[in-house]
T-cell receptor, first 111, second 114 residues
């Protein structure tokens, strides 16, 4: 079973920041938080991951709470191309482990 | 560089026939995964290969499903005696063994069983 809880859907206006929450209250100390997204009719795409510090890359920022029980993926300036299903996943990263996908959040970017 | 490739991109088959789906992982990636995604559903883990270790087959839904991998390269997923409920997109992913590795997914094979 997935170890994360996400809202089933969210709307965000184009050009605004999209903030996608994820709860992972049972996360273990050696588990990372990963985010993937799946645009319609495509395979999932890796976005970002982190352990406890906030992370930023060219796609997004990841904010992890101090107790690590929740996190937020931030798309700073959402575009229509960011419309996708976003998956938050926790997994051990010291060995390759199967990823258990939950239902994700369907993000609609509104023009 | 080249990503994960899968073939065919689309496959239509009659109920009861066998099908083979192919995955070419990124060169150098030691881990390979197969997932299934039914229409409107999330990803369902099927099987995982890591190097020469025994594969993790815990997600295979029935004994009609099997998969093989040649060394650390190509993998084939075989579905015997296909059923209509096997209709789905079958996704392959690969990753390099290491700390904090992410998976790279192929475009998938859309299987339709009529």
């Amino acid at each position: 079973d997935a170890k994360t809880t996400q809202p089933p859907s969210m709307d965000c206006a184009e050009g605004r920041a999209a903030n996608l929450p994820c709860n992972h209250s049972t996360i273990s100390g050696n588990e990372y938080v990963y985010w993937y997204r799946q645009i319609h009719s495509q395979g999932p795409q890796y976005i970002i991951h982190g352990l406890k510090n906030n992370e930023t890359n060219e796609m997004a920022s990841l904010i992890i709470t101090e107790d690590r029980k929740s996190s937020t993926l931030i798309l700073p300036h959402a575009t229509l191309r960011d419309t996708a299903v976003y998956y938050c996943i926790v997994r051990v990263a010291r060995r390759d482990d199967k990823i258990i996908f939950g239902k994700g959040t369907r993000l609609h970017i509104l023009p | 560089g080249a990503g994960v490739s899968q073939s065919p991109s689309n496959k239509v088959t009659e109920k009861g026939k066998d099908v083979e789906l192919r995955c070419d992982p990124i060169s150098g990636h030691t881990a390979l995964y197969w997932y299934r995604q039914r229409l409107g559903q999330g990803l369902e883990f099927l099987i995982y290969f890591q190097g020469n270790s025994a594969p993790d087959k815990s997600g295979l839904p029935s004994d009609r499903f099997s998969a093989e991998r040649t060394g650390e390269s190509v993998s084939t997923l075989t579905i015997q005696r296909t059923q209509q409920e096997d209709s789905a997109v079958y996704l392959c992913a690969s990753s390099w063994r290491g700390i904090g590795t992410e998976q790279y997914f192929g475009p998938g094979t859309r299987l339709t069983v009529t």
